[in-house]
């Protein structure tokens, strides 16, 4: 049953795959311009054999049709192509990026699940004037754009208060964490705040319910039931949209790293698709879609289990 | 986001401190500004471990010489490769290289190398590294943005070990400036040989004898050169010992990261950040004399800027002042001409360039009402412009919404295009992409001291550059005899009178010239602050103040 839906699930992300980088590819295609004048760019004009030149090496001029068949026939044989902007080849490219862009997605993560639950189910629980402040705080964290939460971050705590790196991502763990915590803050921000109100109302409902009441009555110490009856119930909504969340930070990503120069795959993509740089555009709009489609799948695969209500096949 | 480089001569001779007299004459403008221009930044004391300097305009995609061409690889490969004759900060030039040279007939120039040159790995430096390095920029495989230059050259040759012989087809005065920027620089030939295309990338390195050697590239992160302690220009060798180059594009992030401390440093600060930057206290702002240019430049004869009266209208209603003031933040100067004057301040013929400068017409004044007469006299088929400019170019966009703004009152409607950064790159040299643009704003700089390179590639009718066929036989004939002449005088003479002519019915009108700006942190000094710095070993002169942490 679950392998089933797996494999379903695995079907469909081959198929959006495809379709998106069609998509991408077209885009680019037709978008007017010629990414070999700015390869040379600036100085003097290039001859015209010059820039034949590169279009040849490159395949600039293959039609629509040839030109991506080149490009999925090598993408079987594990080769993503070579950058026109960096005369390098992708997978070294993005091999190079997706290390700062996990790190920084993964941190981002665990903040959002991590303060978001805790926020959310300590504003639940307490009630009062604890939960108006976290309601408060998170509906303003909701309403501030990630690039504007960026440079509000990098103001206070860089320039004013010095206590963290303004840009760059770091190097080894202690570098990366020190570095990424103003960029995972403000990629986190928006989701944070997001998931603590559902956690926030998913635990309310729990707790009005009739089984925590029932439980309640029978005398079960109230630490149990919040863990064994209310937790575990609000659990799946938590998780499902924590999942959404996580995703979502795949393509919030792009805009984090431009403003904390962060050198991640996101920062890559806006500058090559500027640069109409194809194989590389290429390479990481599948890497987003795979990514965005596997995170959700295996957010649908664990809700499904945690909530053995949701039918799998409806989910699917 | 700039438009690709024009490459403007833009010279001046600025010794020290000079109070704008650098890229034009308009007086009572300069009495207005209050900013000072420095050619450079107080001679630097004691060693520095390490700088971090920002590229505004991104990461190069090459640092190989026979390819840079843009803001961001010569900033980077100035320091790393000499080239035979060498820039100083006035925009004049001074041996590198080669220490002297002779043309002993008007088709010859023999060109006599430094001794006891060496290489990053030691290897001495002889003539046939020069032939070599010159050569391999006429092979098509190469890539070379220099082709143009070498046309005329029939042979390269090394006459002994340390003599170059180059040979023309017909006499020509602007090799030999050239050679001040990557085009005259120098590679070890056996290691070009052996790159071969992976010449000056990430992968294949370079070998040149720069005061810095390059030893890092991580693409997307940084690049880093160490200090060359055995470079052949004693007075020259580097007090810092480690250099990386960071490619921070945002402006914002660049602000803070200057700020805080942790960029050193960068040149091309943009208006939007100057701001902010002028009241910190972590560093400096300067200003400097520039070589660079914001024109208007109709794009097809189609166009209704094509007509010189329209361009005149245009001009006319531009208040350049306010403009100035508002979207230069005041670091720019009026001028009469698309060429700055810091292109020929230095030159040997400086007297004649700047009577045929002062003899030019004054900048206009705005004047509606003169402007709106001359569209009426012009009376265009059409009265719609569309500008193209590239999109997040802030300092572009706002210049042209002034426009837009102004000439609703002469009668004409300005349509603003923002365009994809391949799309404008592209249509500098792709008519297909000018379709449907009237026109375009560009910013251009002039990289070798001489004013003749641009206003030939504008004027020429061959000139791939010349989008509105402008022809003016007087003209090309001015620019084909100063070109052929090695008497500076008379090309300096003859360049005039073409420029006396073209100033009459060119269609283009001439913005501004925006000056020089860069951020130093304040525990160093030493580098110049005038644009020369582009092609010429600036971070070399780098040292620290003994003030300031990190």
Redesign the interface.
């Known amino acids: 049953m679950i392998w089933r839906f797996v494999v379903r699930r695995a079907a469909m992300l081959a198929a959006t795959a495809l379709v998106a980088s069609v998509a991408v590819y077209g885009a680019l295609f037709v978008s007017p311009g010629d990414p070999a004048t700015l390869l040379v760019g600036g100085g003097k004009p290039p001859s015209e054999r010059l820039l034949a030149d590169i279009h040849r090496q490159y395949h600039l001029d293959d039609p629509f049709l040839r030109g991506y068949w080149r490009w999925l026939t090598a993408l079987f044989h594990g080769d993503l192509g070579q950058s026109l902007s960096y005369r390098d080849s992708v997978a070294h490219l993005v091999g190079d990026r997706l290390g700062n862009t996990l790190f920084l997605v993964a941190f981002a993560a665990v903040l959002i699940i991590g303060a978001g639950v805790a926020l959310g189910t300590l504003a639940a629980l307490r009630g009062g004037w604890g939960e108006t402040a976290v309601t408060v705080v998170t509906t303003t964290l909701m309403a501030v754009p990630t690039f504007v939460m960026s440079v509000l971050l990098i103001w206070g705590f860089s320039v004013r208060w010095g206590l963290f790196p303004a840009y760059g991502s770091g190097s080894g763990f202690a570098g990366r964490l020190e570095h990424l915590t103003l960029p995972a803050l403000a990629l986190a921000a928006t989701w944070l705040a997001y998931v603590a109100q559902v956690t926030r109302s998913a635990v309310r409902a729990e707790l009005a319910s009739e089984h925590v009441q029932t439980a309640r009555g029978r005398g079960i110490p109230e630490r149990l039931v919040v863990r064994k009856h209310v937790l575990r119930n609000a659990s799946a909504p938590i998780f499902s949209v924590s999942g959404v969340a996580v995703a979502g930070l795949i393509a919030g990503c792009a805009i984090v790293e431009q403003a904390f120069g962060i050198n991640g795959i996101g920062a890559l993509l806006v500058q090559s698709a500027a640069k109409q740089d194809l194989a590389v555009v290429q390479a990481l709009a599948l890497i987003s879609v795979v990514l965005f489609v596997g995170v959700n799948t295996v957010v649908d695969v664990v809700s499904a289990l945690l909530d053995r209500r949701t039918p799998l096949e409806a989910s699917a | 986001m700039h438009a ?2 024009l ?1 403007v001569i833009c010279v001046t001779t600025l010794a020290t401190a000079l109070t704008l007299a650098s890229c034009s004459s308009s007086g009572p403008t300069a009495a207005k500004n209050a900013i000072d221009l420095t050619t450079t930044t107080p001679a630097a004391g004691g060693t520095v471990d390490h700088v971090t300097w920002n590229l505004p305009m ?1 990461e190069p ?2 640092l190989d010489p026979a ?5 961001s690889p010569s900033t980077v490969a100035s320091n790393l490769c000499d080239p035979l004759i060498r820039l100083k900060p006035d925009y004049s030039t001074a041996p590198g290289l080669a220490t002297s040279w002779q043309r002993p007939d008007p088709k010859t120039l023999v060109l006599n190398l430094r001794r006891g040159v060496r290489f990053w790995d030691g290897s001495p430096m002889t003539a046939a590294d020069v032939v070599a390095s010159l050569e391999r920029q006429r092979v ?2 190469t ?7 070498l046309a005329n050259v029939t042979t390269i040759k090394a006459t002994e070990d340390h003599q170059v012989t180059v040979r023309f087809r017909t006499p020509d005065s602007l090799f030999l400036k050239y050679l001040v920027n ?1 085009f005259g620089a120098v590679g070890k030939a056996s290691y070009m040989k052996k790159a071969g ?2 010449y000056g ?3 294949g390195g370079l070998m040149c004898t720069g005061p810095f050697k390059l030893t890092k590239w ?4 940084s690049i880093t050169a160490v200090r060359n302690t055995a470079y052949w220009d004693r007075s020259l060798r580097p007090k810092v010992k480690e250099l990386t180059f ?5 402006n ?2 660049l602000t ?2 200057l ?2 401390g ?2 050193d440093g960068s040149y091309e600060i943009p208006s939007t950040s100057a701001k902010a930057l002028r009241g910190s206290k972590e560093g400096r702002l300067y200003y400097g004399p520039s070589a660079q240019t914001v024109f208007l430049g109709a794009t097809s004869p189609t166009s209704p800027m094509a007509d010189r009266r329209i361009a005149d209208a245009l001009s006319l209603v531009l208040d350049r002042d306010a403009l100035v003031k508002n979207v230069f933040d005041g670091a720019a100067q009026r001028q009469k001409t698309f060429i700055p004057s810091l292109v020929w301040k230095s030159s040997e013929a400086k007297d004649v360039y700047a009577k045929g400068y002062a003899a030019l017409p004054a900048v206009p004044g705005p004047d509606a009402a003169k402007a709106k007469k001359l569209v009426d006299e012009a009376a265009p088929k059409r009265r719609t412009l569309t500008i193209a400019t590239a999109a997040g170019d802030q300092q572009s966009l706002q210049t042209l919404t002034f426009l837009q703004a102004a000439t609703k009152k002469i009668g004409l409607k300005v349509v603003i295009r923002q ?8 249509l ?3 008519p297909a ?1 000018r379709k449907g643009l009237d026109a375009t704003i560009a910013l251009g700089y002039v ?1 070798i001291p001489d004013p003749l390179s641009y206003a030939d ?1 504008m004027t020429d009718p061959k000139s ?2 010349n989008w509105t066929n402008y022809r003016n036989n007087k003209v090309t004939s001015h620019i084909r005899a100063a070109k052929a002449t090695t008497d500076p005088q008379r090309a300096a003479r003859e360049f005039t009178e073409a420029q006396a002519l073209y100033a009459k019915d060119f269609p283009i009108v001439p913005i501004a010239c925006p000056y020089e700006r860069l951020f130093l942190n304040k525990r160093l000094s030493g580098v110049p602050a005038s644009f020369a710095y582009i092609n010429m070993p600036w971070a070399a002169r780098i040292g620290g103040t003994g003030r300031g942490s990190s």
């Open positions: 690709p480089r490459t991104g995609t090459t390819k840079v061409g843009d803001y098509p495989a890539q070379s943005v220099n082709v143009q230059v990557g295309a992976s990338t990430a992968r991580r693409s997307g992160d960071r490619f921070i594009t945002d914002g992030t803070s990261a700020m805080s942790q960029i365009l994809q950064p391949t799309q404008m790159s592209g500098f040299f792709n992409l990289e590639m791939p550059m």
